[in-house]
């Protein structure tokens, strides 16, 4: 078993539960107790596909396990998430026809998203849902269709807890529409993705990169008569690009069984008002003013999205029950659905009046109990981002929490043998910078980093932020593939099975440590998942449940890799020069034609084309609109970056003082200094909400 005591965050000392939020549970056990839950079973989800499964499954066992039990024991289901589409369909078989908009079948359960929570509701168990809810200047891209989806799940949600339950405490269904991330951002998120069910028969938790949304769920071709091996990429989301529902002229249309749900208040609820009836696609889409589209990367139907995921059952569900309720209960201005256009940030719209207490506070949610002990073995430890926010006016978080900025800092620099990095948008110089020193501080180590081929928006502006940060990975020839002493490798997911293949959109957060630490969540490597917006990550120090998901995780990319260049070389992180043997072979099979790998673009000196032909651009490295776009758009802060990411004066072995750009481990200090012993942190000091000054621009430049 892995040492937790190496590989998770202690108390720091500080006082008051530090690194943890001040007034958390977490931070209570302090400084006596252990910041971490012993005694859990953890399951690794691979891909969207299994993890809705395992989640309608959990669903389903709480529905059925609701029927004949006294109303104060039907358990509750608490939902936090970035994105719920409330057409998400959640079934084995698709049951929408050969096209979204074609319902010619019937369900034999309603398993959309929206069909799960109101049976949940109609059986008398307790829904809490926590879902983003945008800035104005959001509103204006093409995020604003699912906000809209957001919106109709609150209305929704309130009409049937009121036709449930009429006027009494506490009703039994309330969404929480939150922008309470948003104060000091223009675009910040709140962006966990969790979900907890507790009941009479079972106490199960989700965590990781899943959302309930459309594109997501790479699932088996329709039909599948070779059946379903999980270890290899399906036949893509039946709910992506041009397959995503459209609303019509009945807006709920969707397959229906009338016989286990009463759809009553579906039909009265507020539908989004999508242009065209319909979302826009997650990934980019063909543009019609060019028919050979240079957008073409992931297809336009059934696309391929890879994720990963935790189910966690054992103490480590109260923990995160808990850690929900605190996020429920962060102060913020307070509004009902009478007033849902406050989107100027640090609030919270929710869909019930009695969500907000007499004292224009928000009604508190039960305390946690105990959880059933699963006897499992695997330690676990929650990391979180809740950004800074001046309108804070009671614990929990007057301080923020960045153990997740802190936790992944602190598992860099015990790593000796090799980090392997899934990541969607993995920007971070400073982060960048740590891997490089890191890497060359240690003979042995070695690191893989999984990212998309292609930007799923604002492509230039993207690209040229994930350019900047693997120019500072790989400084001094650390990525290049034709440098025989290279320590990293940077690759992007790719189907070969198509004429010319096609690209496959990693939203995977996930990152393993030394064959002993796994950590799975929703935060990115980047600024925005450090210090800005709300994320929450496990970290599991097992070696046993590591090394089975690295294996399968292997089977899925090099699966069709024929002889021993394919096969899993399990390996034994604890040996002298595993990092280099197991890179060696990683990139021997990642360099297959039959592999789901493709060299990134951007470790090359003048990337050109993906190997389906599709040109791969970005901004220019001087763009004052690219430095202007990452720094307050794409990868914002709650802090001041000027204060976190300023350059770092030193004296060399001369005496003369010299500078060198932040790294992670200096970001981390700053964020955690403390002024004396006054416990004050001065470095946790709020941005302004929108900076265009010349100078913000040359800060991002030089960061």
């Given at each position: 078993m892995?040492d937790?005591e190496?590989?998770?965050?202690?108390?720091?000392?500080?006082g008051?539960?530090?690194p943890?939020?001040?007034?958390?549970?977490i931070?209570?056990?302090?400084?006596a107790?252990?910041?971490w839950?012993?005694g859990?079973?953890v399951t690794?989800?691979l891909g969207?596909?299994?993890?809705m499964?395992?989640?309608?499954d959990?669903?389903?066992?709480a529905?059925?396990?609701?029927?004949?039990?006294?109303?104060?024991?039907?358990?509750?289901?608490?939902i936090?998430?970035?994105?719920?589409?409330?057409?998400?369909?959640?079934s084995d078989?698709?049951?929408?026809?050969?096209?979204?908009?074609?319902v010619?079948?019937?369900a034999?359960?309603d398993?959309?998203?929206?069909g799960?929570?109101?049976r949940?509701m109609?059986?008398?168990?307790?829904?809490?849902?926590a879902?983003w809810?945008p800035?104005w200047?959001?509103?204006l891209g093409?995020?604003?269709?699912?906000i809209e989806?957001?919106?109709?799940?609150?209305?929704?949600v309130?009409?049937e807890?009121a036709r449930?339950?009429?006027p009494?405490?506490?009703?039994?269904?309330?969404?929480a529409?939150?922008?309470?991330?948003a104060?000091?951002s223009?675009?910040?998120?709140?962006?966990?993705?969790?979900?907890?069910f507790r009941?009479?028969t079972?106490?199960?938790?989700f965590c990781?990169g899943?959302d309930l949304a459309f594109t997501r769920r790479?699932?088996?071709?329709?039909?599948?008569p070779?059946?379903?091996?999980?270890e290899?990429?399906?036949?893509?989301?039946w709910?992506s690009?041009?397959g995503?529902?459209?609303?019509l002229?009945?807006?709920?249309?969707w397959?229906?069984d009338?016989?286990?749900?009463?759809?009553?208040?579906?039909?009265?609820a507020?539908p989004?008002r999508?242009?065209e009836?319909?979302?826009?696609?997650d990934?980019?889409e063909?543009?019609?003013?060019?028919?050979a589209?240079f957008k073409?990367?992931y297809g336009?139907?059934?696309?391929?999205?890879?994720?990963?995921?935790?189910?966690l059952?054992?103490?480590?569900?109260?923990?995160l029950?808990?850690?929900?309720?605190?996020?429920?209960?962060?102060?913020?201005?307070?509004?009902?659905?009478s007033?849902?256009?406050?989107t100027?940030?640090?609030?919270?719209?929710?869909?019930?009046?009695?969500?907000?207490g007499?004292?224009?506070?928000?009604?508190p949610?039960?305390d946690?109990?105990?959880?059933?002990v699963?006897g499992?073995?695997?330690?676990?430890q929650?990391?979180?981002?809740?950004p800074w926010r001046n309108?804070?006016?009671?614990?929990?978080?007057?301080?923020g929490?960045f153990?997740?900025?802190t936790?992944?800092?602190?598992?860099?620099?015990?790593s000796?043998?090799?980090?392997?990095i899934?990541?969607?948008y993995f920007?971070?110089?400073?982060?960048?910078?740590q891997?490089?020193?890191?890497l060359?501080?240690r003979?042995?180590?070695?690191?893989i980093?999984?990212?998309?081929?292609?930007?799923?928006?604002?492509?230039?502006?993207i690209?040229?932020?994930r350019r900047?940060a693997l120019?500072?990975l790989?400084?001094?020839?650390?990525?290049?593939?034709t440098?025989?002493?290279r320590?990293a490798?940077?690759?992007?997911?790719?189907?070969?099975?198509p004429?010319?293949?096609?690209g496959?959109?990693?939203?995977?957060?996930?990152?393993?440590y030394?064959?002993s630490?796994?950590?799975?969540?929703?935060?990115?490597?980047?600024?925005r998942s450090f210090?800005?917006?709300?994320?929450l990550?496990?970290a599991?120090?097992?070696?046993?449940v590591?090394a089975?998901?690295?294996q399968?995780?292997?089977?899925l990319l090099?699966?069709?890799v024929?002889g021993?260049?394919?096969?899993w070389?399990?390996p034994?992180?604890?040996q002298?020069?595993?990092?280099?043997?197991?890179?060696?072979k990683f990139?021997a099979?990642?360099?297959?034609p039959n592999?789901?790998?493709?060299p990134?673009p951007?470790?090359?000196?003048?990337p050109?084309?993906?190997?389906?032909?599709?040109p791969?651009?970005r901004s220019?490295?001087?763009?004052?609109?690219?430095s202007?776009?990452?720094?307050?758009?794409l990868?914002?802060?709650?802090?001041d970056?000027?204060?976190?990411e300023r350059?770092?004066?030193?004296r060399?072995?001369?005496g003369n003082?010299?500078?060198?750009p932040?790294?992670?481990?200096?970001?981390?200090?700053?964020?955690?200094t403390?002024?004396?012993?006054?416990?004050?942190?001065?470095?946790?000091?709020?941005?302004?909400?929108?900076?265009?000054?010349?100078?913000?621009?040359?800060?991002?430049?030089?960061?």
């Amino acid at each position: 078993m892995a040492d937790p005591e190496k590989w998770f965050l202690p108390f720091d000392g500080g006082g008051d539960g530090r690194p943890w939020g001040d007034g958390t549970t977490i931070a209570a056990r302090g400084p006596a107790g252990k910041p971490w839950d012993l005694g859990n079973k953890v399951t690794p989800l691979l891909g969207g596909f299994e993890a809705m499964v395992a989640i309608r499954d959990a669903f389903e066992v709480a529905i059925s396990a609701a029927a004949g039990v006294p109303a104060d024991q039907k358990g509750h289901v608490y939902i936090a998430g970035w994105r719920v589409n409330s057409q998400r369909d959640l079934s084995d078989a698709n049951p929408w026809g050969t096209h979204a908009w074609d319902v010619t079948s019937s369900a034999v359960l309603d398993q959309t998203a929206i069909g799960l929570i109101f049976r949940l509701m109609q059986a008398g168990v307790r829904v809490r849902i926590a879902v983003w809810w945008p800035t104005w200047v959001q509103r204006l891209g093409k995020i604003a269709a699912h906000i809209e989806d957001h919106f109709f799940l609150a209305d929704a949600v309130s009409k049937e807890s009121a036709r449930l339950a009429p006027p009494v405490d506490p009703p039994i269904g309330v969404v929480a529409l939150d922008l309470r991330t948003a104060e000091g951002s223009i675009a910040g998120a709140h962006h966990q993705k969790m979900m907890v069910f507790r009941g009479p028969t079972q106490n199960v938790a989700f965590c990781g990169g899943v959302d309930l949304a459309f594109t997501r769920r790479d699932a088996p071709p329709q039909p599948n008569p070779g059946g379903v091996n999980l270890e290899r990429f399906q036949g893509g989301d039946w709910q992506s690009g041009n397959g995503i529902p459209t609303w019509l002229a009945q807006p709920h249309t969707w397959p229906r069984d009338v016989g286990h749900l009463d759809y009553a208040t579906f039909d009265s609820a507020s539908p989004p008002r999508f242009p065209e009836h319909k979302q826009a696609s997650d990934l980019p889409e063909r543009d019609p003013g060019d028919p050979a589209s240079f957008k073409d990367v992931y297809g336009f139907t059934n696309q391929i999205w890879h994720d990963q995921h935790l189910k966690l059952e054992g103490p480590i569900v109260q923990t995160l029950e808990e850690q929900f309720r605190e996020r429920w209960r962060d102060s913020a201005p307070l509004f009902d659905l009478s007033k849902p256009d406050n989107t100027f940030g640090g609030h919270v719209i929710f869909s019930s009046s009695r969500a907000i207490g007499p004292d224009k506070d928000i009604v508190p949610l039960p305390d946690a109990t105990e959880a059933n002990v699963a006897g499992g073995a695997s330690p676990v430890q929650i990391w979180r981002t809740i950004p800074w926010r001046n309108n804070r006016t009671r614990p929990p978080f007057l301080r923020g929490e960045f153990t997740v900025m802190t936790g992944v800092n602190h598992a860099i620099q015990q790593s000796e043998h090799f980090i392997w990095i899934f990541d969607q948008y993995f920007w971070s110089l400073p982060l960048a910078r740590q891997l490089n020193f890191e890497l060359n501080q240690r003979q042995d180590l070695r690191l893989i980093v999984i990212l998309p081929p292609y930007a799923d928006s604002q492509y230039d502006e993207i690209h040229e932020a994930r350019r900047r940060a693997l120019d500072e990975l790989g400084a001094g020839g650390l990525a290049d593939p034709t440098n025989p002493d290279r320590k990293a490798a940077i690759y992007g997911l790719w189907d070969p099975r198509p004429p010319g293949g096609r690209g496959i959109y990693c939203h995977a957060k996930v990152q393993m440590y030394d064959g002993s630490l796994l950590v799975c969540g929703s935060a990115n490597m980047n600024r925005r998942s450090f210090v800005c917006d709300s994320e929450l990550s496990c970290a599991i120090a097992d070696e046993d449940v590591l090394a089975a998901h690295q294996q399968r995780l292997w089977n899925l990319l090099f699966g069709e890799v024929p002889g021993p260049l394919g096969q899993w070389p399990a390996p034994d992180f604890t040996q002298t020069d595993s990092g280099s043997s197991f890179f060696a072979k990683f990139t021997a099979a990642a360099a297959h034609p039959n592999s789901y790998l493709t060299p990134d673009p951007w470790v090359q000196s003048d990337p050109q084309h993906l190997p389906n032909g599709v040109p791969v651009t970005r901004s220019g490295l001087g763009s004052a609109w690219a430095s202007f776009m990452i720094l307050n758009v794409l990868d914002p802060s709650s802090l001041d970056v000027s204060l976190l990411e300023r350059s770092v004066e030193f004296r060399d072995a001369n005496g003369n003082l010299q500078t060198r750009p932040a790294r992670l481990d200096d970001v981390v200090n700053r964020v955690d200094t403390t002024e004396g012993d006054t416990g004050v942190m001065p470095n946790r000091r709020q941005n302004s909400i929108i900076r265009i000054s010349s100078d913000d621009v040359k800060l991002e430049s030089a960061l």
